[in-house]
């Protein structure tokens, strides 16, 4: 089962717009406005293939506190890489993407060749990581090795 979408927040649609429509070229498919008793909620969509999309919700007095951030690693104090989406990418789209991104000063984040696909990322609007990954050997399955590196103790991992 695939899933349907992945949901982060933002503090500014038109940045996000911008990012994931013009730069990535996820085209905006959707958006829902939702009134509430003092405030209000945006939900928008953008589509990243596959009947897939990512989505951000834009609100106001729902709730929040007043001092919430978008990002999803640094206020938790973990590395940048830790919490990210990764779409699928080919090598085609992702050089599209650089010369788009590069056109606006946009450097990628981290470009990783991780053995079995390659990877771009970028820091979006929210402070997102979002990866642009393609394939090359494709990722190694192996579920018995999978499952005994999982339930290995961390010093028999060396």
């Not at 050089?95 to 053995?115: A, C, K, N, Q, Y």
Request: glycine letters at 6%.
């Amino acid at each position: 089962m695939a899933f349907h979408h992945v949901a982060y927040s933002t503090k500014d649609l038109e940045a996000t717009r911008h990012f994931y429509e013009d730069l990535f070229g996820f085209p905006l498919v959707n958006t829902e406005f939702h009134d509430r008793e003092e405030g209000w909620i945006k939900h928008v969509f953008f589509d990243t293939g596959n009947g897939q999309c990512i989505a951000f919700f834009a609100f106001e007095n729902i709730g929040e506190k007043p001092d919430w951030t978008t990002d999803v690693n640094e206020s938790l104090g973990v590395p940048v890489f830790v919490n990210h989406a990764a779409f699928e990418a080919t090598e085609e789209m992702q050089e599209e993407v650089r010369s788009r991104m590069t056109s606006e000063g946009v450097e990628p984040t981290m470009e990783i060749d991780h053995g079995w696909c390659y990877s771009l990322y970028y820091l979006d609007p929210n402070q997102v990581l979002v990866e642009l990954c393609r394939d090359t050997t494709g990722m190694p399955v192996d579920e018995k090795e999978a499952a005994r590196l999982l339930a290995a103790p961390i010093g028999e991992l060396s």
